[in-house]
């Protein structure tokens, strides 16, 4: 019986010594699996880095799913001199252009039967009930009876609801001198009420963008003002997001396509709506180089979008935008932005030149 005990005691610790050399040999065999197979993945990964080093892959090719583009109207230059450029930015040289950008579209509207209806709903909301008056077959005119010595109108689209609100607010000395006018951010909170109320505050809006400006009145027009001190109105300026990471643009660096003049007593004197929804439908097309668009700039072919310099101009930074301007359009398309001393501001259609309807 002891025997026994014992052979089997011996039997017992040469099986758990056998397990514990085969534990010992897997661990050692995986681990240097594991460190080969970490080892050929890191080379795998610096031979992929040198071979896009040495050989890249080239890009997809742009789908230019919509066909030949129409192309992007501007309003008139900011100056009719003819400028002479030199290029004074940072690095001294031209920045290196993505070989092709997303165009997006933008949507449609179609008449609608109950657009006057519509219109007349949201008009009478802000307080212009008297109306309406008819200027085209789109366009209809409200007014505000309520406002006092101040005559206001606001004309409406009645397919995309686009508006423009006026009034004679120069000839309103309430308004001239300037006393009672509204803090910049009281300003910005007057602005959002009217949009909420003609159901027009979008929801791609940068809240983050949205400016007011400082305005004095000097002969009948406006003039960039110090300070609050000094100001006797102030514009509020809104912004629409960055699409695919790049600025929206509009007919002036400084302004957009919606914008509220805002008054003494908070009182809504000017307003401008015009608003191209951009949709999720894109294609790619391919873009000049940068310094191909910087040589028809200096052949005059770009858009002056301001400038109160003389006839040179020191460019100090230039840099990829989509553009939206005050008439309808199709698509969103990337111009190239040039910025530089006295205000100046340039844009230049980015799409080459095969791909637009000339």
């Known amino acids: ?201 979008p929801s791609d809006i940068d809240q983050t963008k949205t400016q007011a400006n400082l305005f004095s009145l000097k002969n009948g027009s406006l003039a960039s003002a110090t300070s609050l001190s000094n100001a006797q109105v102030i514009r509020v300026v809104f912004h629409q997001q960055d699409v695919d990471k790049f600025p929206i643009y509009y007919e002036k660096p400084d302004s957009s396509n919606i914008n509220v003049l805002i008054g003494a007593g908070d009182k809504i004197l000017e307003a401008g709506y015009i608003h191209q929804a951009i949709t999720d439908e894109f294609s790619t097309y391919p873009l000049k180089t940068a310094q191909q668009i910087y040589d028809e700039l200096k052949q005059g072919k770009g858009y002056i979008a301001s400038y109160n310099g003389s006839a040179n101009v020191s460019i100090t930074n230039v840099f990829l935008a989509y553009y939206i301007g005050s008439q309808p359009q199709e698509y969103l398309m990337p111009v190239l932005v040039f910025e530089g001393n006295n205000n100046f501001a340039a844009y230049v259609p980015a799409i080459t030149d095969g791909w637009i309807n000339k």
């Open 1 to 201: 019986m002891h025997c026994s005990l014992n052979f089997s005691y011996t039997q017992y610790m040469f099986t758990l010594s056998q397990a514990s050399y085969d534990t010992k040999e897997i661990l050692k065999w995986g681990g240097l699996f594991i460190a080969g197979a970490v080892v050929i993945i890191l080379l795998l990964r610096f031979l992929l880095f040198v071979k896009e080093v040495i050989f890249p892959t080239p890009p997809p090719k742009p789908t230019v799913a919509f066909g030949k583009l129409t192309p992007q109207v501007f309003p008139k230059n900011a100056t009719e001199q003819t400028l002479v450029y030199s290029l004074n930015t940072l690095t001294g040289t031209l920045p290196k252009l993505p070989d092709q950008a997303k165009v997006f579209k933008i949507q449609a509207y179609t008449p609608d039967l109950l657009g006057l209806s519509k219109a007349k709903e949201i008009v009478t909301s802000a307080g212009f009930t008297q109306g309406p008056n008819k200027i085209s077959d789109t366009l209809f005119e409200w007014s505000d009876p309520n406002t006092a010595n101040l005559s206001r109108k606001i004309k409406i689209n009645i397919i995309n609801y686009d508006f423009n609100i006026t009034s004679d607010y120069l000839n309103n000395p309430a308004i001239t001198s300037g006393q009672g006018l509204p803090d910049q951010n009281k300003a910005i909170n007057d602005a959002q009420d009217l949009l909420q109320s003609l159901n027009s505050l």
